[in-house]
């Protein structure tokens, strides 16, 4: 799959993880805690604020046991505009000739 000039963005599947929390009996900081990761760094990717770093989901996966990478997280594809893919109005530098015409 050709994505032009940005990967698409991953994001955490936060239900399937609570689910697997409540299977396997354990919460949110434990999981921290076996992933190697602080549980504010855990809460913001599980809160759809961040998304995980590759290094956070390997290691996440392992610390749930879960081999199927689609079972935890969720793949974006970017949005393309003319170029500044990716880029919102509120991120252009000023005296943007495009951004001063939307």
């Known amino acids: 799959m050709t994505t032009g000039p940005f990967p698409p963005r991953v994001w955490l599947n936060a239900n399937a993880v609570w689910e697997l929390l409540d299977r396997l009996d354990i919460s949110q900081n434990r999981l921290a805690r076996r992933a190697g990761i602080s549980p ?9 604020k961040r998304s995980p770093a590759p290094a956070v989901r390997r290691r996440l996966m392992s610390a749930l046991g879960v081999d199927d990478f689609h079972r935890l997280f969720i793949m974006e594809r970017p949005e393309y ?20 015409h939307e």
């Open 81 to 100: 505009a003319g170029g500044n893919a990716g880029i919102t109005n509120s991120r252009r530098k000023k005296g943007d000739t495009q951004a001063q």
């Open 40 to 48: 504010g760094h855990l809460s913001l990717p599980m809160n759809g």
